[in-house]
C-alpha cells in the first residue's frame, strides 16, 4: 500500500506540474488527473493481463507505455524536485526564476534524454572486468572468477530471445560461477510461437 501512496505521490506532481505550467480547462484537467489514476494502478492492471492468455498484444502494448512512464515519471519527480528547490533558494536572492512552464518543461526534457539513454543502454550491456586482490585465497591458486547479472528484468518485455543474447555473452567470458539478481514479484511469462 505504501508503494502505490509514494507512486501516486509521483504521478499526482507530474500531473499537478503539467496543470500548472499548460493551465487547461476543467475538462482537460480531469483527464490529465485519469491518466495520472491509471498510470498509478497500471502495473496492477498489467499484472492481471500478463496472466490472461488471450490479452497478449493489449499487455505488451500496455507494459511499453506503463514500464516506460513509471521510468519517464520517476526521472522528472526527482529533477523537477532539484528544480524546485532552486527555486525556493533563487526567489529570495532575487535570482532569475524559472516560470510554470519552465518548471514542467526543464524537468521534463531532462528525464526524456536520460531516459532515452537508458533505454539503449539496457538493450547494448557491458561487461565490466573487475580484480579483487584477497590474502585468504590459497598461494598460488587461479583465483575464482564471477559473473554477476542484474536488473535484466525478465517478463514481458524482456523475453526468452533477448536472455538468451544475454547470456550468449556470458558464455563468451567462460566463468565458472554466476549470481542472478531475480526481479521481486516478477517471473517470465511464456512467449508465443
Known sequence: M???????????????????????????????????????????????????????LVAVAGAWLVYGWMGFSFLFFWFGLALD???????????????AKSAFVVPAVVAAGVWLYGFFAA????????????????????????VQISDVHLGILVGRNRLAA????????????????PVPGQRPRRQPG
Do not use: N
Request: net charge positive.
Open 166 to 181: 544475454i547470456l550468449q555473452q556470458v558464455a563468451a567470458l567462460q566463468q565458472r560461477v554466476f549470481e542472478v539478481e
Open 85 to 99: 528547490a532552486y527555486r525556493v533558494v533563487a526567489a529570495p536572492m532575487g535570482w532569475s526564476g524559472f516560470g
Open 2 to 56: 505504501l508503494v502505490f501512496l509514494l507512486y501516486g505521490g509521483i504521478q499526482g506532481y507530474v500531473a499537478a506540474k503539467l496543470i500548472h505550467a499548460l493551465q487547461p480547462a476543467g475538462g482537460v484537467r480531469a483527464l490529465i488527473a485519469i491518466a495520472a489514476l491509471l498510470m498509478t494502478f497500471g502495473p496492477l492492471i498489467l499484472w492481471r493481463l500478463e496472466r490472461c492468455a488471450e490479452c497478449h
Open 123 to 146: 538493450r547494448h550491456p557491458q561487461v565490466e572486468r573487475l580484480v579483487i586482490r584477497s590474502a585468504k585465497l590459497a598461494p598460488g591458486s587461479a583465483g575464482l572468477r564471477i
